[in-house]
T-cell receptor, first 116, second 112 residues
Framework: AQKVTQAQTEISVVEKEDVTLDCVYE???????LFWYKQPPSGELVFLIR??????QNEISGRYSWNFQKSTSSFNFTITASQVVDSAVYFC?????????????FGGGTRVLVKP | DAGVTQSPTHLIKTRGQQVTLRCSPK?????VSWYQQALGQGPQFIFQ???????QRGNFPDRFSGHQFPNYSSELNVNALLLGDSALYLC???????????FGPGTRLTVL
């Protein structure tokens, strides 16, 4: 079985500060994908980034960056120079590569509040 | 390029009733998944449909059933509604070999 844990329930920052969201996952499978989704107050989950289990290279995309460490089963996500529009709930998710389907297992989410 | 659409947006039902929620996938996508999101929690996987068949199912009772049509759209049916079924129901679509799922705006179901 798979499990995703987001220990931070809520983070509050002032605009322009950096925000790092923690994610720890559990799976016995060796091939999997990790995701970050954003859920604004409107409710729709918005896909942000994806990383597969074979690629530990950390990347930066605009104001987003991520740190994938297989040795500690962590997939942390950073928003640089936060803006008020970044206020939302952020979910980390795991999908194991199986022929029978690719369900997403989500963490409990971290609410980010960016104050002006 | 149209994204995932869901209907209705909101729905109010009473205990014991039955409900049907609808989803149209993103253009070109043929795999549809359904998730239940209770207030303050992460989404929980209900089931996934591909080629009009249920391909994968989460830990939900048989009261939850679904269907996929030849045009890849999908329905989620819930029978004998319970108060605990009140939640945001999210539909997501993807390509079978593409692991990124794209979500619709959801249907908020309230059971009184």
């Amino acid at each position: 079985a798979q499990k995703v844990t987001q220990a931070q329930t809520e983070i509050s920052v002032v605009e322009k500060e950096d925000v790092t969201l923690d994610c720890v996952y559990e799976t016995r499978d060796t091939t999997y994908y990790l995701f970050w989704y954003k859920q604004p107050p409107s409710g729709e989950l918005v896909f942000l980034i994806r990383r597969n289990s074979f690629d530990e290279q950390n990347e930066i995309s605009g104001r987003y960056s991520w740190n994938f460490q297989k040795s500690t089963s962590s997939f942390n996500f950073t928003i640089t120079a936060s803006q008020v529009v970044d206020s939302a709930v952020y979910f980390c998710a795991l999908s194991v590569v199986k022929a029978a389907g690719n369900k997403l297992t989500f963490g409990g989410g971290t609410r980010v509040l960016v104050k002006p | 390029d149209a994204g995932v659409t869901q209907s209705p947006t909101h729905l109010i039902k009473t205990r014991g009733q039955q409900v049907t929620l609808r989803c149209s996938p993103k253009s070109g996508h043929d795999t549809v998944s359904w998730y239940q999101q209770a207030l303050g929690q992460g989404p929980q996987f209900i089931f996934q449909y591909y080629e009009e068949e249920e391909r994968q199912r989460g830990n939900f009772p048989d009261r939850f059933s679904g269907h996929q049509f030849p045009n890849y759209s999908s329905e989620l049916n819930v029978n004998a509604l319970l108060l605990g079924d009140s939640a945001l129901y999210l539909c997501a679509s993807s390509l079978p070999q593409e692991y990124t799922q794209y979500f619709g705006p959801g249907t908020r179901l309230t059971v009184l």
